[in-house]
Structure formats: C-alpha cells, structure tokens
C-alpha cells in the first residue's frame, strides 16, 4: 500500500487503520511519550531514546545505520510497508521520525496532519500501548548521503549565493532577545541564517496548503533553491524540510546539531539582532 505524498489526513488514516501493510509510528517526545494513550495499534518510535545516538553529547542526533536498522525492524517495519507517523502536539516531531526514515532510503512514509490532536477532534478512539513488541519487519537502511548535514556543510551554504540556510527556532530567540532553553548556548544566530519560525508553516497544528507555503518560502528565500534548514537540536528543522517539500523544493538538508552544537562556545561566528528575512 503507497501513501500519496508526504501528508496525509485523519481520514485517510482511518479508513486504512487495519490494512496489514501499514505502520503507525508515535514520533511524540517528552517522558510521558511511551505511556499516553496512542492511536491504535500506533508503536513508539522513540526519539529521546533507542532512535538517538547517545553516544553523541548532541540531543536527538541522527543513529547510525546499524543502529537505524535495528530499532525501524524492531518496530515491524518492512521494506514494502506503508509508514505513517505523528506526534501528540500536532506537526512537531514527527517531521524528525518523517525526515530520518527518508534519509536512511525510505520513502513509503507519511506524516499524520495534525496528528493525534486531529485524530481525537475528529472522534476517533486512543488505546493502550500494546505490550506485545511485533514481528520483526526486514527494513533496510539505504542511507542517502546530504539530507542529514554537519557544522561544515552549513558553513558552505551560507557562502553560497545559491543556498539559504533556514532557521526554525522563534524570532527571539534567532535575535538572541531570549534564552536558549538548552544551558551554555550562546544567543544569537549564524550570520546570514534566515528565520522562518515552524509555527509560520501550520494553522491549528496542520499544515498550510502548498500553494501558501511557497509563497512563505519564496518570500523568506527568494530564487535560491538549494535549503539547509536549521533549529534547536534538529527536530522542527524537519517541520520546514516538510514544508518545502509541499512547496515543491527538492534539493533540501537539515542540520543535525543544529543550534544545539552551533551556539556552544567555539570560532563559529554568531549575529544578533533581527535580520531581513528575504535576500
């Protein structure tokens, strides 16, 4: 069973629930994201733990293939299954769970528009976590090289005329006019970021249609083509990786330590203050 692009709707979930080809993944995170009550059937693709790599002193970094592989198979996952994730605040970290199985060469993977708040709005029941694990899927890893990108690779963006380097984070903290939620980060932003809060791309947690989001980029990018989009620790990155791709954009990267690594105290350069947002 395909899904048809990279959204779908509660309908459409719903109607497909019991299909055998399909997988639903709670990408939620928080400490209470493997007890709550999930759509059912829904597995927990557990960013915060198994679907991290805690070996890096980044948060939420991308695993290694291995690693990768293991944990998608544990959840039941196949190479020929229907994926779709969502996340219990809306469209927040289930773009993270969207975006890494793309980047490890899978493509049969959808998030839920609005996720499990939508699901409840439209009257559809939750369950209890099922405590019997699947059968384990076959997935394979496919890594595909440039959709998850390091500290040098961002740096080569935004001396590139051709490339916007896009920042998920909210305004204040892009000004360095807040705090940084995460200790011993310098305020601020890379000089030559653009800020495009997630927040700007949803409306009561969904989506805006395409054709709003292309106007929202086009607005904050111009001509350029080439994204490298950016956030906190890579996470609501993965919210504006999803808006471009239903803006049309193709040729996208998301940061992997994002702000978390950029603002630690070392030579990369750091701005302040707001800056425009088109070039």
């Known amino acids: 069973m395909p899904v048809p692009g990279p959204l779908v709707t509660v309908d459409w979930l719903a109607q497909r629930l019991e299909h055998p080809g399909l997988v639903v993944l709670d990408a939620s995170v928080g400490a209470a994201g493997g007890e709550e009550l999930r759509i059912p059937s829904a597995r927990l693709f557990d960013l915060d733990g198994a679907l991290s790599d ?10 290694g293939t291995e690693q990768f592989e293991r944990e998608i198979r544990a959840l039941g996952v196949d190479d020929r299954s229907a994926v779709v994730v969502y996340d219990r605040v809306g469209i927040y ?4 769970a969207w975006w890494m199985l793309r980047a490890m060469g899978f493509d049969r993977v959808a998030v839920l528009d609005g996720g499990r708040p939508a699901w409840t709005e ?13 059968a384990p899927g076959d997935f394979t ?6 959709m998850v990108v390091g500290s040098g690779t961002v740096a080569q963006a935004l001396a590139d005329a051709a490339s916007a380097v896009l920042d998920a984070r909210t305004r204040e903290r892009f000004a360095g006019q807040a705090p940084e939620p995460r200790p011993g980060l310098r305020g601020g932003h890379m000089p030559g970021a653009v800020n495009l809060p997630f927040g700007d791309l949803q409306t009561q ?11 929202v980029f086009a607005e904050r990018v111009g001509r350029r083509e080439r994204l490298v989009v950016s956030c906190g620790s890579g996470v609501t990155a993965c919210v ?19 702000w978390s690594e950029w603002g630690l105290p070392s030579e990369l350069p750091v701005a302040t203050g707001p800056t425009a947002e088109a070039n």
């Open 122 to 134: 439209a009257g559809l029941p939750l369950a209890a976590a099922d405590p019997q694990a699947p």
């Open 240 to 258: 504006l990786a999803l808006g471009a791709t239903l803006a049309g954009y193709r040729d996208l990267a998301v940061y992997d330590g994002s």
């Open 205 to 215: 947690g969904r989506m805006r249609p395409a054709s709003e989001l292309a106007a």
């Open 141 to 146: 890893a496919r890594p595909r090289p440039g």
């Open 54 to 63: 805690h070996t890096s002193a980044l948060p939420h970094t991308m695993p």
């Open 93 to 96: 970290s289930s773009a993270r």
